[in-house]
């Protein structure tokens, strides 16, 4: 597995936090089924924030989400 110069992950391997984020989306997405409410949408969105955060490396933008 390749490295990115000035980092100890593979540069095929998620950094932990999209992979914390992803987690929590399929823990939620298992455990609401079809019928969310709106606290469990509202979720979602945020979870989907850090997410797109995490997998661009800006952990300002995951703190603030």
Same mark, same amino acid.
């Given at each position: 597995?390749?490295?990115?110069?000035?980092?100890?992950?593979?540069?095929?391997?998620?950094?932990?936090?999209?992979?914390?984020?992803?987690?929590?989306?399929?823990?939620?997405?298992? &455990?609401?089924?079809? /019928?969310?409410?709106? @606290? !469990? +949408? =509202?979720?979602?969105?945020?979870?989907?924030?850090?997410?797109?955060? &995490?997998?661009?490396? /800006?952990?300002?933008? @995951? !703190? +603030? =989400?």
């Amino acid at each position: 597995m390749a490295l990115l110069p000035g980092s100890s992950l593979p540069a095929n391997r998620p950094a932990p936090a999209a992979e914390h984020a992803n987690e929590a989306i399929r823990a939620l997405v298992d &455990a609401s089924g079809q /019928d969310w409410s709106e @606290v !469990e +949408a =509202a979720t979602y969105e945020v979870l989907l924030i850090e997410w797109a955060a &995490a997998t661009r490396g /800006d952990p300002d933008i @995951v !703190e +603030a =989400a």
